[in-house]
């Protein structure tokens, strides 16, 4: 918690031999101190994915001189690629309705510097949370959403999240769908969570598809939105099991405990730069 | 391991007030000893499940009399219900194909009398078993199965699942769909493990649709075989975490061992008769 | 969670005949409807529990005449019992020291009812949450503990516990030792979380003891508070997996999701009457 | 499973800067093409691990060639480490006692190539798995182990290892003590399954201990074998749930479906050289 600044490296690129030599070689030429590294190797897609996080202090530059100079081998190896800064804190939007299990549970781990993050703002189609949310300091927004003005509404969203810089924005039981344009807008920055073990039981009250089914087990899946509605790229998914003793509510007081915490780990994971998408499909470096 | 011998209940009826009271009073008034007893009451569906085990020496007559006197009481509360002495073992034929995991688990556990059941033959379409299953001194019996000769086939199959005195047909990863005039010869006898997490992933190759999806957890379903392939009760379920390392290889191989353990514990569940049908559902009194 | 009035009987007694019809026997004749029950036998002690569920308006009379009327009963069976009224919300006292999670995540089951209880006070060693305790309309006591002040800070917080007529205490993180005296007044009403998998780790700094000796999952424990430090009856536990490249500090981070996990889920067991305590052991009807 | 031939460096040494780009600037130098690459940087004991897979007809020259060339780099980096070859399969011999499970399912997993490994003999203290490993085709040796004849027993034991050019050793539920010398002959190739969630429960009948304390969930670890007894460094475990109604018998059965796990997950990660040792702990690269 405590660590020292450091950045964070996070690459794709088609595969090939040298790879990891030509970008901890560029590191080690500088005396870069590599704390954490990951690779991964897509055979099927051939494709290859890299993380790596370096000790600021270690380097004679700082970021913006890093990036100038290591464009070169990025572009030699057509690398998909961003730097990113332990010491800038990722401004995360909390979109909520009137359940409060995900954003209580958000909020803890904000207030106790687990989740290092700002978070400029909080929107909700409903009051309930105001309170709670501005006694931490936290601005709320309201803004209702109706069959008539969604358009004016996610209009507004949009507004709010581009006024506060947000770079992550992250749907914590929101049970509105947005609209595509929203989706398309930012791609790789809108974070939901579904309370269901994807692809079982896509769209509406999934716990009582399951009831109606009989599984026994239940679960939750947190994935990057896109136009699709559930069908974006998996981050992170956990089950819990029930039996033929829980009722539909039981299941969804059940789905509570697994979808905070798939949230909270597949937003951790997002925020430390450990997703990297292809396709339709996540590489996640925990 | 080394139990008493003794009688297990299990029933199910309209749920109404009384119905513990009426059944154990008539155990009770003939100084039976229960060891263990579950209720529930599906207030959904408005009935009452209930199973019950009881020493068999505690009682002053033999099963058969104990059927013809709760005759009376089962029909008053418009029971289905069964009565199964565990003295007299179930017999179970065992029908694989080509793959080892489930047949070495059962028969380990058979071996060891953990599965306290008579195995009267393995039936398979290859001959690949048929030394591992003779040196345990249980018949075996190659039936291929070709495109031409699908009906013979199985009708040898139903014969030799007849002439053992068969009372459970476990699907070991048979690899071949029953024809419907089987599945329904034997309904709530024929114990399928299908490899995911049903309802995801029905038919074939389910861990290369789970590798396309790119879920995080793959897992293993153990059911009633009906004539809607896959839909059948679910008995069993388990998952176990991958990654975006997981190759649809080794997605193969991770699961074998969900397999096992999932059908292992629906079998069991099945032959201590802890699992009550009902509709396309099932209570399991574990 | 808008369930209809209910009593819930929780008893044992010696193991022998007829317990069941016995007791369900007298609630049938006064046309109780039992929505619930669970019973076990204890071979080995040779004991009996039980745990019963009857809809509080299908009886003719109240709570005390039940109680009343089933004393002979009780008194029969030599048996330890309870009933208790579902419209009589427990009332639990929360101790907390500095840190957030478990707390925040009790709050957030009470706001939303899904924790049906009266939570009179909290009570802290630490101003860090006042703001955030009466935000939600809850009294907030500061008894700083030192080494000089104990007998009397534990006295002001028995006096508050007292006062609030609290019956059910829960250390939630609480990072303080209760003196024997304070635990063996209220024998069964306090609950703590323990932040390892016990027997192992008991006393300080579990997660680093876990570290050093390299193990691959950590996890917490719910139990009963008696006057031996981590020994009580054990209520509820988890684990979660770790690997090498964890450090302390992680650890203590994935430990808090384990632990107001597993904090909650024995609370309710507790709430519910489902812990049934034997020696050091409990029975848990979930 | 038919994976292209390749090589293995399994290395650690003391942190500095430049380790990865030295050690794959070596392997890019040569047109080495790296599947899979882990590294570990623990920063608590100053060290740095590795684990990198090259394709062998990638590189220009053998293994012997290999090791020669790579020496000097790994003696300026202080490395302790190892080159394997995936084309020489290891020599694994198996030490059982009376019961299956373990024995079974390493089997199955040996028939199925899935373990791509040669058993140049199974030994046991009892004759019970004669016929069922010899059906296999595999050489079974009985040495009786009794109060008087222990050193010669465990002198016979070696002897065999030794001329079956062993170079792992599985403890399969063996069940008897191995003597401090021959622990120490092979340190980092004795595996031992131990019935419990260690370090709860050392020792024997750790299921009887579970069962008095009381827990919810029972484990078991795979650790290498050290002259301490149940005290090596750990590789894997895993838990499964268990409550109140589980008898010390049931608890042995649902122990052996969660140590016939761990024991071929832990040799699994062994046989890949993806474990390494540091002190008592272990660095696994999954």
Redesign the interface.
């Known amino acids: ?1 405590h660590r020292e600044r450091f950045y964070t490296l996070a690459a794709s690129c088609p595969d090939r ?2 790879i ?3 970008v ?2 560029f ?3 500088h ?14 897609a051939g494709r290859y ?1 890299m993380r790596i996080e370096v000790k600021a202090a ?1 380097l004679p530059f700082m970021l913006s001189e890093f990036r100038d100079r290591f464009a070169p081998i990025a572009r030699e190896l057509q690398m998909d690629w961003k730097i990113t800064d332990s010491a800038v804190k990722k401004r995360v939007v909390i979109l909520v309705s009137k ?3 995900c954003l ?2 958000l ?2 781990r904000w ?2 510097k ?1 989740l290092d993050i700002e978070i400029p703002c909080v929107i909700s189609n409903h009051e309930t949370f105001r ?2 949310v501005e ?1 931490h300091g936290i601005p709320f927004h309201h803004v209702p959403v109706t069959a008539e003005n969604k358009p004016q509404a996610f209009a507004e969203i949009r507004r709010l999240y581009e006024e506060s810089r947000g770079d992550t924005m992250v749907l914590a039981r929101y049970m509105q769908i947005l609209p595509p344009e929203l989706c398309e807008a930012y791609p790789g920055q809108i974070l939901n969570i579904h309370h269901s ?5 896509v769209g509406a009250k999934p716990y009582h598809q399951a009831y109606q ?5 239940i ?1 939750a899946t947190c994935h990057y939105v896109t136009r699709d509605l559930d069908q974006g ?7 819990i099991r029930i ?3 829980d ?1 539909p ?1 039981d299941m969804v ?1 059940y789905g ?2 697994i979808e905070k ?1 798939v949230l ?1 780990r597949g937003l951790r994971y997002h925020l430390e730069d450990r997703v990297l998408v292809h396709g ?5 470096f ?1």
Do not use: C
């Open positions: 918690m031999t040298g990891i030599a030509r901890t070689g590191i080690a030429e005396r870069g101190w590599i704390t954490e590294s990951s690779f991964h190797s897509d055979d099927i994915f270690s359940q409060e299990h209580y549970d909020l803890a207030q106790a687990e309170g709670f006694w073990f994807l692809p079982s039981f089914r009989g599984v026994k087990l679960g790229p998996i981050i992170e998914q956990d089950v039996d033929h003793s009722s509510d007081r509570k405990d915490t909270a339709n499909k996540t590489v996640v925990r």
